[in-house]
């Protein structure tokens, strides 16, 4: 069992930037794809980002490419966050899976944080 904790949530505003770190409680995440969902109020978990196990290929829904930046060492995965919208407005989990492959399904991932929140306001 890998417990993940999520930190770096925040009330900004629009235009600003946060970074979220993610991190295993008792273990190091070098052997499992990462990535970083959010959830909005009444609406669906989105996916925002996942990254390999070897930090490479870095993968963004559309609606966060070219703002949100993923990395990743052995005990932490961030994500940084730059010109906020409100829409960004959620609250953002990472994942841990044992898969090699990058996947925007949520299914794919095994292991999940219990998330923080992130607020913008206009």
């Known amino acids: 069992q890998v417990q993940l904790v999520e930190s770096g949530g925040g009330l900004v505003q629009a235009g600003d930037s946060l970074r979220l770190s993610c991190a295993a409680s008792?273990?190091?995440?070098?052997?499992?794809?990462m990535g970083w969902f959010r959830q909005a109020p009444g609406k669906e978990r989105d996916f925002v980002a996942a990254i390999r196990w070897s930090g490479t290929s870095p993968y963004y829904a559309d609606s966060v490419k070219g703002r949100f930046t993923v990395s990743r060492n052995n005990v932490r995965m961030s994500l940084q966050m730059n010109n906020l919208k409100p829409e960004d407005t959620a609250v953002y989990y990472c994942?841990?899976?044992?898969?090699?492959?990058?996947?925007?399904?949520?299914?794919?991932?095994?292991?999940w944080g219990q998330g923080t929140q992130v607020t913008v306001s206009s």
């Open positions: 994942a841990a899976g044992t898969g090699t492959t990058l996947s925007r399904d949520y299914q794919a991932y095994n292991y």
């Open positions: 008792d273990r190091t995440l070098n052997m499992y794809t």
